[in-house]
């Protein structure tokens, strides 16, 4: 099975900031990453897919990038409705989450 | 409106049964795989199951791969998840969530989740 390692855990930013998350797989999946938004009590939402493809009707903030086994979501200026949890996936073997990266506003 | 509606959560005992289902609308059902995902109360999203958009292929995950069967009606617009020999480790919310191609690929569509609860 192909395992997803996600870093941080955890992480508090400004509003502002520029906030980078990455997510390792354990053998090349190619682009085959998608990364998604879970708000506390809501289902996860589709951010980016195929690593770098931005959802139709996500703000431009959002983005991703990388391949084979290294990837990174970014946020390049962080917003107060960004708090959320975020989860990288990869679908290139069966399906398998990231362990998710908790962000908070400083 | 797209949507996904799970039904048939709540409390089971260890060893019991539970069938959810999933009412899809506002787009072609059975152009799409569907999946099962999973949370535990307080923990991180657990792919469940997957099912092709024919209904020809599926998917599951080492921790239920011979106690869960997914399947789907296309002409019901309805999906639907059998759990059997259920455990503790199986209480969580479970989202119904549609894909974006007829194989598993990205997750475009979540249902609201239902929650299965195992405790005796």
């Known amino acids: 099975d192909i395992q997803m390692t996600q870093s941080p855990s955890s992480l508090s930013a400004s509003v502002g900031d520029r906030v980078t998350i990455t997510c390792q797989a354990s053998q090349d999946i190619s682009n085959y990453l998608n990364w998604y938004q879970q708000k506390p009590g809501k289902a996860p939402k589709l951010l980016i897919y195929?690593?770098?493809n931005l959802e139709t009707g996500v703000p431009s903030r959002f983005s991703g990038s990388g391949s084979g086994t290294d990837f990174t979501f970014t946020i390049s200026s962080l917003q107060p409705e960004d708090i959320a949890t975020y989860y990288c996936q990869q679908y290139d073997n069966l399906i398998t989450f990231g362990q998710g990266t908790r962000l908070e506003i400083k | 409106e797209v949507q996904l509606v799970e039904s048939g959560g709540g409390l089971v005992q260890p060893g019991g049964s539970l069938r959810l289902s999933c009412s899809a609308s506002?787009?072609?059902?059975?152009?799409?795989?569907m999946h099962w995902v999973r949370q535990a109360p307080g923990k991180g999203l657990e792919y469940v199951s997957a099912i092709s958009s024919n209904g020809g292929s599926t998917y599951y995950a080492d921790s239920v791969k011979g106690r869960f069967t997914i399947s789907r009606d296309n002409s019901k617009n309805t999906l639907y998840l059998q759990m059997s020999s259920l455990r503790a480790e199986d209480t969580a919310v479970y989202y119904c969530?549609?894909?974006?191609?007829?194989?598993?690929?990205?997750?475009?569509?979540w249902g609201q989740g239902t929650m299965v609860t195992v405790s005796s």
């Open positions: 506002g787009f072609t059902f059975s152009s799409y795989a």
């Open positions: 195929d690593a770098s």
């Open positions: 969530v549609k894909d974006i191609s007829r194989t598993p690929d990205a997750f475009d569509i």
